[in-house]
């Protein structure tokens, strides 16, 4: 047998290796598919790696797509003034996408700090965004509020504009740029502001203003109300130009209450809707005051027959042509559902005089309930003392709690929701703990359809100590929607009726109804079980995040209406606190020790941000601590927010602040101080 020499041997090349595609002789439409699992900082890659590559990571598509993830996860675009996404060129929509990205991801890993190196829309002229920045600028500015006017309420209106109401009544539109009053509304009398709606592609402002116009006694207020517009003008047709006209104040609806307002809200001003929740004294209960066209002098005011508990954070939204009473317990949440056809059938006429008083139709109770108990993070997540080692927090981590059921491991869970852990005690639990203020935060910012709607709760939960009379306080805060439960989950949410084993409309989310301390929903009857045999649901986005090392946040002292046998007014204090979409800033004393006087400084946190990993929860592992992992938070707990100290400008003086206000879009803080003057500190 001969043997042929290695020498002989020739290599066959496959013809079908070298027709083998790489990623930059891909058709765009496959390119582009597998582009939208890149983030910012891929693409970037991308852009390095070939022409053909740069050409295509550069195109408006790709970045469009990155500008609607952020968008999912409610961080809002630095658009200037009113501008719309689609106004923006692509080198436009370039830079707006890199700086919300940037700042994402720096406010995530370190502090806020002051812009030196870029621009803001604040400081620059907001025709157009470029890459090109100006070092030698500041990095804040001071402009002024009315004179010779107390700020009661301030809040910028995009990166051109503020709103700010005096304690006199008006309600004064301020040009940032030129720093000049554009439009004013002046009553001649004291009104107060409660509410302010920004509707950007209307480039229209709706809020509300109040008085009292008598106490009828201790409990009940009878109040009017008028709701206005502020109008912008309409920029030329490419976007670039100056406007050229004043914004126009003017009046919409005018319309009375009796009782104890406790909230305005304008639920839809394209189908001008708008409610109000009304303390009901006699029954303990909310009353919901509802205008469903506010062009047409008619109301609704109904008993919903929900009990108004003082430790209960209360907000109100539409979903899909039904108001819904959202409230917030210390343990839990529960959302009232109230079709606005059902609301109709209540509706009665109106006048618009200081004289008429409206009356409640009768108790309605909702059609739907739904409650969700709060997920607390583990024990060890809130110890104050630091770990010894590494390894002791690896130790932690793999520890898994038991089953909800005791019956050994769960089914891996499904879509958004899955069963629901072991439930932890609740931290800071009522009592002692308060609410001293809540804040409900919605995507108000310009955005784009087909974006799933998120808001956002932040409550500053307060402890009084009776003997020193100092107050400390902690964060809490989480995310919700509305059903509190992804609908596509179980059928059980599909349509209005329950499912077919519960005895009332209320479906709980937990085993039992009672496993979040709150009981059962206003309306009497059981409660049925949404998961079957399945267990309690854990909804993910019911986790609260923290800032739970306690501090003593600066207050200001707000004179309400005057009572009628004294001759001073109330005073109640108002904490010099902001939030926006998963930020929240605020004025502290340095320490709690001190007394009048002491130094104070201002404080900055970010929670983590809605994502695709908070929502979808790893589906291969069983419910237990690791479900609090969020991706790009290091090795700390995404369940405790870093608290963050601001660098200020030595003219500002922290202990003459009336306002603060915080824009996450364009990383900046908004203040106002006694002299008549408002910073706008601008952060990267």
Known sequence: MSESPSSDWEIIEDPLEKMAPTLSTLPYDLLLNISRHFDLYDVRALQMTCRSLHDFAITRPVYRHLAVELLRRCRALPLPGFQRLSDLTTDQLIATVTKATRLERAWLTRAPQPARSGRSPYLTDPSALSDVYDESRSWYKVISSPPEEEVDWLSPITSSYSLCATKSGKVVCWDVHRNVCLAQWDPHERWELWKCRVEFDQRTVFFTMAKVLRKMNHDDRHMQFVLMQLQFPETPSNGQGKDTESPVFSRLATFNTIGVVMNVFLLDPATRLLSAFVW???????????????????????????????????????????????????????????????????????????????????????????????????????????????????????????????????????????????????????????????????????????????????????????????????????????????????????????????????????????????????????????????????????????????????????????????????????????????????????????????????????????????????????????????????????????????????????????????????????????DGKIFILCYE
């Open 280 to 674: 009901v004294s006699s029954t303990n209960t909310i009353g919901l005051y509802t205008l469903l066209d506010w062009d047409r002098r008619e109301y609704v005011f109904i008993d919903t027959g929900i009990e108004c508990s003082m430790s209960s954070n209360w907000s109100c939204i539409l979903y899909k042509q039904q108001i819904v009473i959202h409230a917030e317990e210390s343990e839990g949440a529960h959302q009232y559902f109230f079709p606005l056809s059902l609301l109709q059938h209540y509706a009665r006429p109106y006048a618009i005089s200081e004289t008429f008083v409206p009356t409640i139709s009768g108790r309605v109770a909702p059609t739907r309930n739904l409650k969700t108990p709060f997920y607390f993070p583990p024990p060890y997540r809130r110890s104050q003392s630091p770990v010894s080692s590494d390894d002791e927090v690896d130790a932690e981590l793999n520890v898994r709690p038991p089953s909800p059921t005791g019956q050994g491991a769960t089914q891996p869970p499904t879509n958004a929701a899955q069963v629901m852990p072991v439930q932890n005690t609740n931290p800071f639990p009522f009592p002692p703990w308060y609410p001293e203020s809540a804040h409900f935060v919605r995507q108000w910012w310009p955005s784009v359809t087909h974006i799933p709607k998120m808001s956002c709760t932040v409550v500053l939960l307060a402890d009084h100590d009776p003997v020193s009379h100092r107050t400390r306080y902690v964060l809490a805060q989480h995310y919700f929607r509305v059903p509190l439960l992804d609908r596509s989950f179980d059928e059980a949410y599909a349509g209005h009726s329950p499912p077919s084993d519960a005895s009332s409309d209320t479906l709980s989310l937990t085993t039992g109804g009672t496993a979040n301390g709150a009981g059962s929903a206003p309306g009497g009857g059981s409660s049925g079980t949404a998961d079957g045999e399945r267990g309690a649901i854990f909804d993910p986005l019911m986790r609260i995040w923290y800032v739970s090392a306690p501090f003593e946040v600066v207050c200001v002292l707000d004179n309400v209406e005057e009572e009628e046998e004294e001759d001073a007014p109330t005073e109640r204090p108002r904490p010099l606190m902001a939030v926006d979409f998963g930020h929240a800033v605020w004025i502290e004393y340095v320490n709690s020790e001190g007394e009048e006087g002491e130094a104070k400084r201002l404080r900055f946190v970010t929670f983590p941000p809605i994502a695709e990993e908070m929502l979808d929860i790893d589906v291969d592992a069983p419910p237990g601590p690791d479900a609090w992992s969020c991706k790009g938070m290091g090795d700390r707990s995404p369940m405790e927010g870093e608290v963050r100290t601001l660098e200020i400008p030595e003219e500002l003086n922290l202990d003459a602040v009336e306002t603060i206000n915080i824009d996450q879009s364009q990383g900046s803080v908004i203040i106002s101080v006694k």
